[in-house]
């Protein structure tokens, strides 16, 4: 998603009261916190940059812009010298600003839903505050350690989601029971060995038709759209991963259910083991109990993935345009790409129901959503994937 990188409405007027809502932090009112005379400092991030949002005593104002594409994860730093602002992308010095005279204090950790807070739309790591302000070839030093949060962390307990009533045990150890009647019971847990990683060496098979080659092997999951080859990394549609993974005769032992985690995935995955289709994931987390499914010794395994169109339109962008559009409108705002760029004219073809002729693009569009230098979206199954294995235990 875009973030407001100017304080203008849809028409491009100069907005009165310009607010968003795509905040990674979320300023509270700096008067109330801390008294006249001081501010906070908010952030918002998007694909198209960085905006840095003050409040006092007020609603947030949107104080400086930093475009900059933005594909992935990124590492971003705000660091005020002196009461002025600079913003860092990957390391790199972005935008600079000016002192506002007030005294600026950091907006984490006092954002409210009810002073008009809101969740960010996007992943995030954990933000880190430092007492003083950082050097360029610090904040470059803090761009090499990646931090890639987890997006969803296994609890020890997990009630079963299956047609048993029950419960999943996911570490060793010593577990005790009490009902409601307030008989108490207990188990002892061992066995459950440590997760099979599944991350290395996929072959991935793309449809015909769809500007990528017939299949690929990846030593390690990435990304698509980290790919060096064009046809992958543009690639929209469904890709067909899989894989063979060996199972001991010990794994499938009374009790123990096995379950695939698929860890990150973009967009929709659809999995299948040794040829049983074991349904549809579309959210986090991408996890599917695949025990009925599995055998001792080698098993396959298939996932499918359909990812969203925004990297292939990109990728058709690198093409020379044949048709007539207008002139792109300025990345300032999350609704640029709804202010221009409707075909001006309809081909012969397309108006007399002809297919479309070989023109080195894979896609038509009747409105230019994107260009070629727009940010590229994660694509694919990214991983980690891991084989995991619990206790099931009837209550």
């Known amino acids: 998603m875009d973030v407001m990188l100017s304080a203008r409405d849809f028409a491009g007027n100069v907005a009165r009261n310009a607010w968003t809502d795509y905040y990674a932090i979320y300023p509270p009112s700096g008067e109330k916190l801390y008294g006249k ?7 918002t991030v998007g694909r198209n940059g960085v905006a840095i949002w003050t409040r006092g005593g007020g609603k947030p104002i949107l104080t400086l812009a930093a475009p900059a594409k933005i594909s992935g994860w990124a590492h971003v730093a705000v660091c005020y010298k002196e009461g002025a602002p600079a913003v860092y992308v990957n390391g790199t010095l972005i935008q600079q600003g000016k002192s506002s005279g007030d005294i600026m204090h950091p907006g984490i950790g006092k954002a409210w839903l009810s002073d008009g807070a809101s969740y960010y739309n996007g992943d995030m790591s954990e933000p880190k505050l430092f007492a003083e302000a950082l050097n360029e070839e610090r904040i470059l030093q803090l761009t090499q350690t990646k931090v890639t949060p987890k997006l969803y ?3 020890i307990v997990e009630i079963s989601t299956s047609n048993k009533n029950g419960v999943l045990l996911w570490e060793e150890g010593k577990y005790s029971f009490e009902d409601n009647n307030g008989k108490t019971s207990s188990m002892q847990v061992s066995g459950i060995g440590k997760p099979i990683d599944l991350t290395a060496s996929w072959k991935i098979n793309f449809p015909p038709d769809m500007g990528a ?3 690929i092997t990846l030593p390690k999951l990435i990304s698509l759209h980290q790919h060096a080859e064009d046809g992958v990394k543009y690639f929209s549609g469904t890709a067909s991963y899989s894989k063979s993974f060996s199972i001991t005769a010990n794994t499938l032992t009374n009790n123990k259910r096995m379950f695939l985690d698929l860890g990150r995935v973009e967009v929709i995955a ?9 349904g549809i994931l579309w959210k986090r987390p991408y996890t599917v109990d695949i025990t009925k499914a599995i055998k001792t010794g080698v098993n ?3 996932v499918k993935v359909t990812n969203l169109w925004p990297n292939r339109l990109i990728g058709d962008e690198q093409v020379p345009e044949m048709y007539e559009f207008p002139p792109p409108a300025p990345a300032t705002g999350p609704f640029a790409s709804l202010s221009g760029g409707g075909i001006i004219k309809l081909p012969d073809w397309y108006e007399q129901g002809q297919p479309k002729p070989v023109d080195g693009r894979v896609t038509f569009t009747t409105w230019k959503h994107y ?4 940010p590229l979206l994660e694509s694919g199954l990214i991983g980690p994937v891991v ?8 209550i």
Do not use: A, M, W, Y
Request: aromatic share 2%; glycine share 10%; proline share 5%.
């Open 37 to 43: 005379g001081h501010q906070t400092c908010g952030l």
């Open 153 to 155: 962390e296994t609890p």
């Open 213 to 215: 080659p017939e299949q």
């Open 270 to 278: 659809e999995v299948s083991v040794n040829g049983k289709n074991l």
């Open 300 to 302: 396959n395994l298939e």
């Open 371 to 374: 260009h070629k230098d727009s």
């Open 387 to 394: 084989l995991r294995t619990g206790i099931f235990k009837s």
